[in-house]
């Protein structure tokens, strides 16, 4: 409509020439894009358009046979032909021209678009393009075909396996924030475990001062039971003895489910359930002989947390540690025996294999609940080795303090074994330690047997236990790592701008 | 057509007219036969726009009398004017490409297929005829064709003989002349066997003895004899019935590794 209008008053009239030339030799498609592709065909700059070369596709699979030379077979391709024409396949020829448009727009980076010939717009009418000509008339070009433009997607899909196993992952993402909430929720708790233990420790130091303990939890438990009706009546222990079997046999009912629970914070072994077995009836009686079984007991302590503490500083004397505690146990059956067997005999019976099977139900019925109970634990070692740490060394101050107090036969034997027992580790050793070492689990025997295997950094080496024991705060862990540090004196390197610690073995 | 004939490299658009816009004309299949017939020269038809201020444009195509002339005996003929809808194109973008270049002359050089663009697509039109007589009589004309049945029903008077029997086809024939006039198959010497062989091994490894006898026109008994001396023969299934050089005579051994370190070369870089 570029001619000049004629403009008349009323309406304009205006004239074009139509014609069909025939002389060319272009051939007129049509693209079409979606309105959403948002294509703007004024924009475009170095398109590049081609048919696409799927050949491969069309041939289908096939062997990569060479056509040639090493390895070709001569006439290969017509004897396959032939054979397929005798089955009845006749293979359709590769047109090359009826193969889609690969359309590139700007370039490497650009837009790809693949154009599909549609059939059936033509079929019931012709399509014309018009266009200006120079001399103001219109050229009308028949149309041949449509094409549909797609783009192409760069990336690669995923396939079925793939997808399913992204699919997946993204499950995983919920569950990792689950597990953050509740890595956190832990954290917390053993936060405020940490500091737990000790405001318990001066309590129950107060408590029952002359308490020894073990390194078992229901001990302690027991311990509380006992340590209410320390102060006297008979009856009233009755009572407490016929409602905890009530108690028991409730909680029975539930002990599954708090086995399941219980295993998580504690691993439990079968010998563990037995030694807690004999001890919670030694336990029991302890509360009437007042002045014989707590000596005993206090003697066991100590025999049990010199056997705790080699535990923990060395492996090899483990053997002779247990053989100790055994014995010591055996001794201590018998200074029991003599008083209120009878009354005990009842409770004795049943609770043993109560307890065997449900240890953690009496917990929970006996209102203590299990993070704390299993709290205890290391709290009330410290207690023992606390005590003794007053004295210049662990031996040392096991000698005094027992001293001191009135001392069966079968103790004093107990006191001569766990001595032999000391006896044979280097004193050094021994004086060095702090009872929260064994509270993280960080032991400088520990430590250094780490520095003398290669030098390591103090974070290296935090690591180290922070992957052994999960319970202790990170706080406490590097306090007592400084102290242990402190206390071997490590050679330091500076590697790197970081500092290697390391430890000439000797 | 072979596969190498097609042309590989990037081409690129023609961008020269693509801001142009222009119209699409939807016209019915008599419109486009007889504009196909027409020469290129002539006007085939006026194309009239009249506006009238307030009102749509009203677009009318008026043949011209050259095309209406432009027919086979028989034929109906079209009517002269019809009206042009004009409408938008919604939801697509639409433009007009053109290649020019071989169509289907199967020259030996791939003479530069060059691709335009032609413009974008404005306005579409569709042409409508009136209803006046001549529409009519053109469709009914149209109708009654194509209601009309394929096939028919003739009676015969007398046999037709569709087939004759004949003593010796045309192809047979034919082969026979020329055996006739390659003649018997001579045993040549055997170095020239050995070199014509020699050489067809060079261009592939494995042979069936059929190509082999075409290729060296030899007696198939004698052709035998001397690849049993050079050749083995599979009797395993990859290349089963088949000859291939003995290992002592194969000399594509510079060529093989070529080939394959190309080839890794080639996955490597990909």
Request: glycine share 6%; hydrophobic share 25%; proline share 5%.
């Amino acid at each position: 409509m570029t001619t000049p209008a004629t403009s008349g008053s009323t309406s304009t009239v205006q004239e074009f020439k139509i014609r069909v030339p025939k002389n060319v030799k272009k051939k007129y498609h049509v693209m079409r894009f979606n309105a959403t592709l948002n294509v703007d065909f004024a924009k475009w700059t170095h398109v590049k358009m081609e048919r696409e070369n799927n050949i491969r596709e069309f041939k289908g699979i096939e062997e990569d046979m060479p056509k040639f030379g090493a390895g070709s077979e001569y006439g290969r391709d017509m004897r396959e032909e032939a054979r397929r024409k005798k089955f009845g396949i006749i293979s359709r020829k590769y047109k090359p021209e009826d193969q889609p448009w690969i359309l590139k727009v700007g370039g490497k980076t650009g837009k790809k678009f693949k154009g599909i010939r549609e059939g059936g717009v033509s079929e019931n009418a012709a399509y014309y393009v018009f266009t200006h000509a120079a001399d103001g008339a219109i050229d009308a070009y028949p149309l041949q075909e449509w094409y549909n433009f797609q783009p192409i997607q760069r990336y690669k899909a995923l396939s079925a396996e793939e997808a399913e196993q992204e699919f997946g992952r993204r499950n995983k993402v919920i569950n990792y924030f689950s597990l953050m909430l509740r890595k956190r929720m832990c954290g917390d708790n053993a936060a405020e475990d940490g500091e737990d233990p000790d405001e318990k420790k001066t309590k129950n130091s107060k408590a029952k001062k002359d308490l020894k303990i073990s390194e078992m939890d229901e001990w302690i438990d027991s311990d509380d039971d006992s340590s209410d009706s320390e102060g006297g009546e008979k009856e009233k222990e009755d009572e407490e003895a016929a409602a905890k079997k009530k108690k028991n046999k409730k909680a029975l009912k539930n002990k599954k489910k708090k086995k399941v629970e219980d295993e998580a914070f504690e691993e439990s072994d079968d010998g563990d359930e037995e030694g807690r077995e004999r001890d919670y009836i030694s336990d029991s009686s302890d509360s009437e002989s007042d002045h014989e079984t707590k000596t005993n007991k206090e003697l066991k302590g100590v025999a049990e947390e010199d056997a705790l503490r080699k535990l923990l500083t060395s492996d090899e004397d483990s053997d002779e540690d247990q053989e100790q505690k055994q014995e010591s146990e055996q001794e201590d059956e018998p200074t029991k025996e003599g008083e209120e067997r009878a009354s005990k005999l009842t409770k004795k019976k049943k609770k043993p294999d109560e307890t065997k099977k449900e240890t953690s139900s009496e917990f929970s019925s006996d209102s203590d609940t299990d993070p704390e109970s299993s709290n205890k634990k290391p709290k009330k070692t410290k207690n023992g080795t606390d005590k003794n740490a007053g004295g210049a060394s662990g031996t040392g101050s096991a000698n005094t303090s027992r001293a001191g107090t009135p001392t069966p036969s079968a103790a004093m034997a107990a006191v001569a074994a766990a001595n032999a027992a000391n006896a044979n580790q280097p004193p050094s050793k021994r004086t060095k330690l702090d009872p929260s070492y064994s509270e993280c689990g960080v032991t400088e025997e520990a430590v250094r047997r780490y520095l003398a295997r290669k030098p390591m950094t103090t974070t290296e080496l935090l690591t180290k236990f922070k992957s052994k024991r999960t319970g202790v705060s990170s706080e406490r862990l590097v306090e007592t790592m400084t102290q242990i540090l402190k206390r071997i004196n490590p050679v330091k390197q500076n590697i790197n701008g970081k500092m290697y610690l390391s430890i000439k073995p000797t | 057509m072979s596969v190498n004939a097609l042309p590989q490299f990037d081409r690129e658009l023609d961008l020269s007219n693509t801001g142009r816009g222009v119209w699409l004309v939807k016209v019915p299949k008599y419109i486009a036969n007889k504009w196909d017939k027409a020469p290129g020269e002539i006007e085939v038809g006026k194309l009239k726009i009249s506006r009238v201020p307030g009102q749509k444009a009203q677009v009318q195509l008026s043949l011209s009398e050259a095309v209406l002339c432009l027919k086979d005996p028989g034929e109906q003929s079209i009517p002269k004017e019809h009206r042009l809808n004009v409408s938008n194109v919604t939801r697509q973008s639409l433009g007009v490409f053109s290649h020019a270049g071989p169509s289907n002359t199967d020259s030996v050089v791939p003479e530069a297929e060059k691709l335009y663009m032609e413009g974008r697509i404005v306005q579409k039109l569709e042409c409508r005829p009136y209803a006046d007589p001549t529409y009519y009589k053109l469709k009914s004309e149209s109708i009654r064709k194509a209601s009309m049945p394929q096939r028919q029903v003739q009676q015969l008077e007398r046999i037709v003989q569709t087939f004759k029997p004949v003593s010796d086809h045309k192809h047979n024939i034919e082969y026979q002349e020329k055996k006739k006039a390659e003649g018997k198959k001579a045993r040549d010497d055997k170095e020239a066997v050995l070199n014509v062989l020699f050489a067809a091994f060079e261009k592939h490894q494995y042979y069936n003895i059929k190509d082999l006898q075409k290729i060296t026109k030899q007696p198939i008994v004698y052709l035998k004899e001397i690849l049993k001396e050079v050749c083995n023969y599979n009797l395993k299934n990859p290349h089963k019935n088949m000859w291939e050089l003995k290992p002592e005579y194969r000399h594509y051994k510079q060529e093989v590794p070529v080939e394959t370190k190309e080839s890794k070369n080639s996955s490597d870089s990909e």
